[in-house]
């Protein structure tokens, strides 16, 4: 209740920058954390729907194996990849193109190579957010602290008279930003360490698939077999 109160008697005392920072705080601490549950949500759908890699290759054609993934892979990780690798290894559906010209074995290795690295920005999105919040949130609310106790340094010395209460409520007040700052940043930077060793996982299985996916593609499944 006194924070509370605190709180209250900081903002109506305090100016357009220290409403400002207070405002900056705010909107980070949104954002982060819709970044936070929406991400939450997808990195649990993707290891949820990883099991299905083990079934994808006990189906008796990669057709088959395609659509199984397809409905299992509900964040559409797994999918494209096998999509467009094997739409890159179908030689038929290649002619009359430029890719036709180019080996298969490379096409289908710079064709799983792209779909990687575009499902890799994918998994990365939000992150650079979350740790900017992180990092820099803290330094925000402690120069919301630092800009109080300097008002409020100012309006003691403008009395003529130093009295230890004086000071210690307004600076007590004042203190109030630099914790706001350490309650947005610690979830942003607990968010992005979870967040990171989720894609860390996800991509190493994306990897290992991709190197199977090739070893297949290029051993006799090519020419329209699938």
């Known amino acids: 209740m006194n924070q509370t109160l605190g709180f209250a008697h900081y903002w109506a005392q305090g100016d357009a920058v220290t409403h400002s920072v207070a405002y900056a705080l705010l909107l980070m601490s949104v954002i982060s954390w ?3 549950f929406s991400k939450a949500w997808s990195s649990w759908r993707i ?3 990883a099991n299905i890699l083990d079934g994808f290759w006990k189906a008796p054609t990669l057709s088959d194996a395609i659509s199984m993934l397809k409905h299992g892979d509900s964040e559409n990780v797994y999918t494209p990849l096998a999509a467009q690798g094997a739409e890159a290894a179908n030689l038929t559906a290649q002619a009359g193109s430029l ?3 180019i080996d298969p074995n490379e096409l289908i290795t710079r064709t799983l190579r792209r779909e990687i690295n575009r499902i890799s920005s994918r998994l990365e999105s939000g992150l650079t957010l979350l740790a900017s919040v992180g990092s820099t949130a803290p330094f925000i609310g402690l120069f919301g602290t630092v800009w109080g106790i300097y008002h409020a340094l100012v309006a003691v010395s403008t009395t003529g008279t ?3 209460d004086k000071v210690a409520g307004p600076v007590g007040e004042a203190l109030i930003m630099t914790a ?3 309650v ?3 979830p942003a930077v607990l968010a992005y360490n979870a967040f990171t060793r ?5 991509l190493a299985e994306l990897d290992a698939f991709a190197h199977d996916l090739h070893a297949y ?3 006799g499944a090519r020419v329209g077999k699938q």
């Open 34 to 36: 819709y970044y936070i």
């Open 47 to 49: 290891r949820k729907s």
């Open 99 to 101: 890719n036709a010209s």
């Open 162 to 164: 130093v009295q230890i």
């Open 180 to 182: 706001a700052g350490l």
């Open 184 to 186: 947005v940043a610690i």
């Open 198 to 202: 989720v894609n860390r996982v996800t």
């Open 217 to 219: 593609l290029t051993t």
